[in-house]
Nanobody, 123 residues
Framework: QVRLVESGGALVEAGGSLRISCAASGDTFTISTVGWFRRPPGKEREFVAAVTRSGASKYYADSVKGRFTISRDNDKNTVTLEMNNLDPDDTAVYSC????????????????WGPGTQVTVSS
């Protein structure tokens, strides 16, 4: 089993920056891909970004490309999402997820999910 806990969510102004983190514990050796997903108010959960085990490959949704950066520290079992130039449309509950190799944009890839952290961007 793997436990994931997100942190760093906050209220920020449009145009601002925020860093959120995902800490993993337990059988972390079983983790390959780690992804971030978000659920905006009243909408379906959507893919944001993902990183492979080595950190060499990173994937982003078109809506965040160029503004968000995902990074991974396997020694510390953490994955961080740096978010810049935030927009009110980025308001959502952000959850990290860990799973196998494969298409990182598909939720079925992920076996473990964190409870989420709230990011609110004011206009």
């Amino acid at each position: 089993q793997v436990r994931l806990v997100e942190s760093g969510g906050a209220l920020v102004e449009a145009g601002g920056s925020l860093r959120i983190s995902c800490a993993a514990s337990g059988d972390t050796f079983t983790i390959s891909t780690v992804g971030w997903f978000r659920r905006p108010p009243g909408k379906e959960r959507e893919f944001v970004a993902a990183v492979t085990r080595s950190g060499a490959s990173k994937y982003y949704a078109d809506s965040v490309k160029g503004r968000f950066t995902i990074s991974r520290d396997n020694d510390k079992n953490t994955v961080t999402l740096e978010m810049n130039n935030l927009d009110p449309d980025d308001t959502a509950v952000y959850s990290c997820a860990a799973g196998n190799d494969g298409n990182p944009r598909r939720e079925y890839l992920y076996r473990f999910w964190g409870p989420g952290t709230q990011v609110t961007v004011s206009s």
